[in-house]
C-alpha cells in the first residue's frame, strides 16, 4: 500500500508545484527541501537545481518506518546537486560517494540583527534586483 500511497502524493504535489509555477510564469525552479519523502517529486523539472537542506536524522525519529526513510534520504541525498546539514554530526552520518554535505548550522546572529534594529532600516529602503518582476516561492 505504501508504494501506492507515495505515487498518489508524488503525482499530487508534482501537479500542485507545476501548476503554480505556470501561474507566476516562474522559469528554472530551485528545489528545496528539508525531509525525504519530497525524493518522489523532486525531480519534476529536469533542469532545475535540487537542494536538501538536512535539519535531522529523520531514521531515527520514533514511529517511522526506518528502512523506508533510509532509502528515500538514500535516493534524494544521491539526486541532489547541493546538500546542506544543520550539524556536524549530520554532514558525517550523510556523507555518501560523491556527496559531501555543507555544515550550515540552524541559528541567529544577534549581534548583527540587533545592530539592523537600530538603524532602522526598512524593506522599501533596499534597491529591487534589476531582474524584471522577481518571484520567490515557498
Known sequence: HINF?????????????KNIIEKIDFNNPIM??????AVDYMNCFDNSLRIYY???????????????????EDELLAG?????????YLCEVKKREGVDPVFLPHGVDVRHFSIANHDRHRLSDIPLHPRK????CH
Open 5 to 17: 500511497i507515495r505515487e498518489l502524493n508524488a503525482k499530487f504535489v508534482r501537479y500542485q508545484i
Open 32 to 37: 528545496v527541501t528539508t525531509f525525504p519523502n
Open 54 to 72: 538536512c535539519v535531522d536524522d529523520f531514521v531515527h525519529w520514533p514511529g517511522v518506518r526506518s528502512n523506508l526513510v533510509s532509502q528515500m
Open 80 to 88: 541532489s546537486d547541493v546538500v546542506f546539514a544543520t550539524s556536524q
Open 133 to 136: 518582476n522577481p518571484k520567490a
